[in-house]
């Protein structure tokens, strides 16, 4: 499975243009490109699994950014925490509309290192969902996360003394359109790829998602 990942991501088979939502998963699900991924609460019960690593503490720091098209005032409540894996952390980030007009925004997120991606889990978040801000008010979202203590033993992740959580909010027809724009670019190197090279992405994915379960 190894090899295959690597050869997804090497061989220039333009795994991004396959299909959106799968290169989604894909990203979602291996921490690729220093995307986060998704646990669900319930399998946070696991005392053995979730336990806490306290020999690897780590500094989480948080970022703000906004598209220019949105006129919010977007900043984490808290500029960085102090953790060790499989610790369960809240944080927010507070978003404000000054313009006199109702806007839906919409944030994407990454992570830094990148490498750290795949060990950075959310339980839950405000990324891409659109949140409408009426006009001159604001709002506190929650990001709830943790690290999975795995990072602990993977020698990659040695000279990882902190991460850094970017998140940037876009309208959403703004987001919508540059996804599109993607899309539309990606239609014209679909042809580049084999089915043999799609069905190895699905497995990929679809064992990695087994794996989270």
Not at 21 to 38: A, D, E, H, I, N
Not at 129 to 146: N, R
Not at 182 to 211: C, G, N
Request: contains cysteine; charged residues 20%; negative net charge.
């Amino acid at each position: 499975m190894g090899m295959i990942l690597t050869t997804l991501i090497l061989g220039g088979i333009a795994i991004s243009y396959a299909s959106v939502p799968l290169y989604q998963r894909f990203c979602q699900v291996t921490g690729y490109g220093g995307t986060t991924r998704r646990v669900e609460e319930s399998n946070m019960s696991s005392p053995d699994r979730w336990k806490k690593r306290p020999e690897r503490p780590l500094t989480v720091k948080f970022y703000s950014n906004t598209n220019s098209n949105i006129p919010w005032v977007f900043y984490p409540l808290q500029n960085e925490v102090k953790l060790v894996p499989g610790e369960s952390t809240l944080a927010f980030y507070r978003a404000e509309n000054p313009s006199p007009d109702d806007i839906v925004g919409i944030a994407s997120y990454n992570v830094v290192p990148a490498k750290a991606g795949i060990y950075f889990q959310k339980i839950q978040c405000f990324c891409f969902e659109e949140q409408l801000l009426p006009a001159k008010k604001g709002v506190d979202m929650p990001v709830y996360f943790v690290i999975d203590p795995d990072f602990v033993d993977d020698p990659n992740m040695h000279d990882v003394e902190s991460i850094s959580l970017f998140y940037t909010f876009f309208r959403a027809k703004d987001f919508d359109d540059l996804n599109a724009q993607a899309y539309d670019e990606s239609q014209q190197q679909k042809e580049q790829q084999t089915p043999h090279q799609l069905a190895q992405l699905q497995a990929v994915v679809e064992k990695k998602e087994e794996t989270q379960t």
